[in-house]
């Protein structure tokens, strides 16, 4: 897997207020979409362009780019919707298509219960959007789909705002051909499934439930 751990010093400080316990959840909310714009400008730095139509600036013609490649933003629900504006101030016209799964919780096995990819594959490129790589068990679920609907690997990007060490390796190990943009990859993984020092239960912080 080609894993891209950002070494942004914004982006790591903003982590640190992340991880906090005292954070509000409105400021998680907006912590997370800020981590979510950094990320995304990693993230879409090799997307090609397309030169466009001939326009007129005030002085001169010029000729415009445009993003050549068909995109889908993919959030996971629900925490994987934290991060579609973020993507979407990047790329307007992306197509939003929305999975959600949730992790049984005493297997930590991913269940789907949510599919919103239509019937043919009308993109080139996917953003997976999940704050958290846990075991990697969702994540391995939700490329699977993209895989079997039809996008290739080397067209998967993943971002995650915060990644366990063996949820990393677990994906590579299925998944070696996509893309992995993080603010950062954890060393620990608790019997619950929780990435320590992590930022606890994403989706309670961010939508202030328990
Ligand atoms: N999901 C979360 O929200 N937090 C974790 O630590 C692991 C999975």
């Known amino acids: ?71 889908a933003l993919v959030p996971v629900l629900r925490s994987g919707l934290s991060l579609v504006e973020s993507l979407l101030s990047f790329l307007p016209d992306s197509r939003v298509l929305h999975l959600g799964l949730y992790r049984e919780k005493m297997t930590l096995e991913p269940v789907e219960y949510y599919n919103k990819l239509p019937q043919e594959p009308n993109v080139d490129v996917c953003f997976i959007l999940d704050p958290m790589i846990a075991t990697g068990g969702t994540a391995i679920a939700v490329v699977n789909m993209l895989k079997d609907w039809g996008i290739p690997g080397h067209s998967i990007k993943f971002i995650a705002i915060c990644a366990s060490r063996e949820g990393v390796q677990h994906l590579s190990s299925m998944h070696s051909d996509i893309h992995l943009y993080t603010a950062a990859i954890d060393d620990v993984l608790d019997s619950h499934g929780y990435i320590l020092p992590g930022l606890g239960d994403c989706g309670d912080r961010l939508y202030d439930t328990t």
């Open 1 to 71: 897997m080609h894993v891209h751990v950002s070494g942004h010093p914004v982006v790591a400080a903003k982590l640190s207020l992340l991880r906090n316990k005292d954070t509000s959840s409105k400021e998680v909310r907006g912590l997370v979409h800020e981590l979510g714009l950094l990320l995304a400008y990693e993230a879409t730095a090799d997307l090609p362009l397309r030169r466009d139509k001939e326009l007129m600036s005030p002085l001169s013609r010029y000729t415009s780019d445009v993003i050549k490649k068909r995109v």
